[in-house]
């Protein structure tokens, strides 16, 4: 365990890592495992940057150990399978998100919730049950065991498809779970970054009414026009957000910055649901006095598990959803996380791993 990364495997692996919390990016030489009988191995060849990659690099949750190879929207083509893997073969198109493993045997393993199994292994900065580091998609290639590899449906592009394996389950799983993915509910989306933007897409597959919420007015015209939402309010605008109170079955809040809620426990109906998938850096304020007098609901959700990402993967192929997408090659991948730093990304940056990385070698 002690081995240095070029060493600690078999199969040699080339990407780009963070060495200290500067989150600067820089070539890596590194090392994967040999394919398992239940692994599968895959050529990397898009990689989507989320922005828990650049929480990551930059240490900015404290529990960072460098190297970091970030990553965690990883599609490309199968290249070699274990002995005993069924679901996919040499070739395929496949995909892996945020997660690599977990206990499988607690009740959410048991329950195909591998996202809330308390053993979960992350993709990358995590460490695996051979007692190595994860490293993430920004590289050649990567190994999984085959429960955490998806299959892409083939009408699917692969890049503007690979940031559905973060920002799509992580919408799409709680659209679901809190019964909003029907027609009839009017749904509200706080937020139009990259999580934002899919989940309007995929309300709207679901067949409910979509209003977007956003404190820039300048959002308008992309959310109705382009994503296709119904309605747009401006969040610090009063008059709309009283007159739009008591109208929404649920809202996902994306935002990851400190923000109130209230605003937003106002829009709802009786019953309602406000769902948090972003991850502000301190707590929010709770204001009991509105949840109670609805009987609202405050939750939370974590992606999903690898059953609904693989049913979710199925029906953006069927719906033909996708991310709004930047394409840039890997060495751009540092002005990409200053770019995204600023959210001046419209609405995902992915990585074309397949025809840039070779070229960053050294
Ligand atoms: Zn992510
Ligand atoms: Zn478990």
Redesign the pocket.
């Known amino acids: 365990m002690s081995k240095a990364p070029e060493e600690e495997h078999p199969v040699k692996a080339f990407g780009w890592a963070a060495r200290d919390s500067s989150g600067h990016l820089s070539p890596f030489n590194f090392s994967r495992r040999e394919t398992g009988e239940e692994d599968v191995r895959f050529k990397v060849l898009y990689c989507g940057i989320?922005h828990?990659d650049l929480h990551i690099i930059k240490n900015e949750w404290g529990f960072s150990h460098y190297p970091v190879v970030p990553g965690?929207?990883i599609v490309g083509e199968v290249t070699e399978i274990g002995s005993k893997v069924k679901k996919v073969k040499v070739g395929d198109k496949v995909g892996v998100g945020?997660l690599v493993g977990a206990c499988h045997s607690c009740e959410n393993c048991k329950n195909d919730l591998e996202s809330y199994c308390p053993s979960l292994i992350y993709s990358y900065a995590s460490t695996y049950h051979d007692g190595t580091r994860t490293y993430g998609g920004y590289s050649d290639s990567m190994v999984a065991n085959e429960r955490y590899v998806v299959r892409f449906p083939d009408s699917l592009p692969l890049d503007a498809g690979a940031p559905l394996l973060?920002?799509g389950i992580t919408v799409y799983s709680p659209l679901k779970y809190f019964g909003l993915a029907e027609p009839g509910k009017h749904v509200g989306i706080v937020g139009l970054g990259g999580l934002g933007h899919v989940a309007v897409k995929f309300a709207k597959a679901f067949g409910a009414k979509v209003t977007v919420i956003s404190t820039s007015p300048s959002k308008k015209n992309e959310a109705l026009q382009h994503l296709g939402a119904d309605s747009f309010l401006v969040s610090k605008d009063q008059d709309q957000m009283e007159a739009a109170r008591g109208t929404l079955d649920g809202i996902i809040d994306t935002v990851s910055a400190v923000h109130s809620i209230l605003p937003f426990l106002g829009l709802l109906k009786s019953h309602g649901k406000l769902v948090l998938v972003g991850i502000p850096d301190k707590p929010l304020e709770l204001p009991v006095f509105p949840i109670i007098m609805g009987r609202k609901t405050v939750a939370g959700s974590s992606i999903g598990g690898m059953k609904e990402t693989q049913e979710m993967i199925d029906f953006a192929g069927q719906h033909n959803i996708t991310a709004e997408i930047e394409v840039i090659p890997m060495d751009y991948v540092n002005k990409a996380m200053e770019r995204l730093a600023k959210n001046d990304v419209r609405y995902r940056f992915v990585i074309d791993i397949g025809n840039s990385l070779a070229a960053s070698k050294p």
């Open positions: 989320c828990t965690h929207e945020c973060c920002a």
